[in-house]
């Protein structure tokens, strides 16, 4: 008479990690104003600091101090520009134009990117990364005016953003830099 052991073990339980609940900034494509792709991974490593800009507005004059602030922060530090035009209607040029304007005035050197909207129905993937939580993992905010500062640490994480009126070379920025 054999003996047959019934012995119930339980199922084996699959290890699944846990989806990441934030989107990487250095998967979003985005072109510099002469339509050539810039790769954001190529800044791992550096803060990035992007700035929705305008050549026809008020804080225009910020160009000086966010070339200022790269200047002196340049290892450690890159700034990327982002054309707009949905503010007032004060980014009106065309690529060549935005940059000859910037280089001319200012004597910008940081990386501009094509003309993009930063808000609405068209909004770029990267402003839609910058402003919702879900994507960056940390704030939900929204672009309210031209010269909104996003900073991102080395680590691609998204730091703060700053409004229009906080000057580049603001001890709020310059603290994360240090």
């Not at 026809?56 to 340049?74: A, E, I, P, S, V």
């Not at 280089?103 to 050197?109: F, I, L, P, S, W």
């Not at 691609?156 to 906080?166: A, H, K, Q, R, V």
Request: aromatic share 10%; proline share 3%; with cysteine.
């Amino acid at each position: 008479m054999k003996i047959i052991s019934k012995i119930k073990t339980a199922p084996k339980k699959s290890i699944i990690p846990l989806a990441k609940s934030t989107e990487s900034i250095y998967d979003i494509h985005i072109n510099n104003l002469e339509s050539k792709a810039i790769d954001l991974a190529d800044f791992k490593g550096k803060k990035i600091l992007f700035v929705n800009v305008a050549s026809k507005c008020g804080f225009t004059g910020q160009y000086k101090d966010l070339q200022k602030l790269y200047n002196t922060y340049q290892d450690k530090l890159m700034i990327i520009g982002s054309p707009c035009n949905q503010f007032g209607k004060q980014e009106p040029g065309d690529s060549s134009e935005i940059q000859s304007f910037c280089e001319r005035n200012y004597g910008v050197t940081f990386l501009i990117t094509e003309k993009i909207d930063v808000k609405g129905n068209n909004q770029h993937p990267l402003y839609g990364w910058l402003t919702s939580k879900q994507k960056n993992g940390k704030k939900n905010s929204s672009v309210k005016w031209n010269f909104q500062k996003y900073l991102i640490d080395e680590q691609g994480e998204l730091i703060d953003y700053y409004f229009s009126t906080t000057s580049p070379m603001s001890s709020k920025i310059i603290r994360h830099l240090k």
